[in-house]
């Protein structure tokens, strides 16, 4: 089993839709959690980190839950410009930053 | 504010070759992470350095091996290459080794023929 694991998409929505992504993590000392956002052929660039809490950014909503090892990104309002492939991320503490195979998304006008 | 810069940023070699890799960290970084990241697929860890040490290492051969220089620039070798190396590989870069978000170069294409 991988420790990081996501939807394995692609999700096709339409403009202004919402779409939810998921993603699962095995180890349960990881302490902190980003969603990156990598274009075609492009090095991903950081979307958000996750709280505990939950966070929002603009359209972008991250959760976490410890418990279930279970964190979230929701997209409000789907742009043409968010297309891309999202990839989760978990990190422990001193240790390698372990990245999920990624979800893609293609927003269709 | 300098991010993160990497060379060469295509690269076409032959198997049983070796290549080279560069990075220079985003400045005020000290520590230097590799990845590899085929089509497809998630980045995947190499290794990292930080003090110019290899601080940890993912599941990838001895061909693999690296370097960190006192100015926190990295090397990334790879030896007898393998059809299979073929991926885009990128540095990351951060402070320390804590939790904070990782900042990517914009990767080396390498191709093995």
């Known amino acids: 089993r991988k420790e990081v694991e996501q939807d394995p998409g692609p999700f096709n929505v339409p403009e202004g839709a919402t779409v939810a992504f998921n993603c699962t993590y095995s180890n349960s000392a990881s302490q902190s959690f980003f969603w990156y956002r990598q274009d075609c052929r492009k090095e991903p660039k950081l979307l958000m980190s996750?709280?505990?809490s939950g966070n929002e950014d603009g359209r972008f909503t991250a959760q976490l839950n410890r418990a279930s090892q279970y964190i979230s990104l929701l997209i409000r309002d789907s742009k043409l410009s968010d297309s891309a492939t999202y990839l989760c991320?978990?990190?422990?503490?001193?240790?390698?930053?372990?990245f999920g195979p990624g979800t893609r998304l293609s927003v269709l006008p | 504010d300098a991010g993160v810069t990497q060379s060469p940023t295509h690269l076409i070699k032959t198997r049983g070759q070796q290549v080279t890799l560069r990075c220079s960290p985003k400045?005020?970084?000290?520590?230097v992470s590799w990845y590899q990241q085929a089509l497809g697929q998630g980045p995947q860890f190499i290794f990292q350095?930080?003090?110019?040490?290899?601080?940890q290492r993912g599941n990838f051969p001895d061909r693999f091996s690296g370097h960190q220089f006192p100015n926190y620039s990295s090397e990334l070798n790879v030896n007898a290459l393998l059809l299979g190396d073929s991926a885009l590989y990128l540095c990351?870069?951060?402070?320390?080794?804590?939790?904070?978000?990782?900042?990517f170069g914009n990767g080396t294409r390498l191709t093995v023929t």
């Open positions: 991320v978990a990190n422990r503490y001193g240790q390698n930053f372990v």
């Open positions: 996750v709280y505990s």
């Open positions: 400045s005020g970084h000290d520590t």
């Open positions: 990351a870069s951060s402070f320390r080794q804590d939790q904070s978000p990782l900042h």
């Open positions: 350095y930080y003090e110019e040490e290899e601080r």
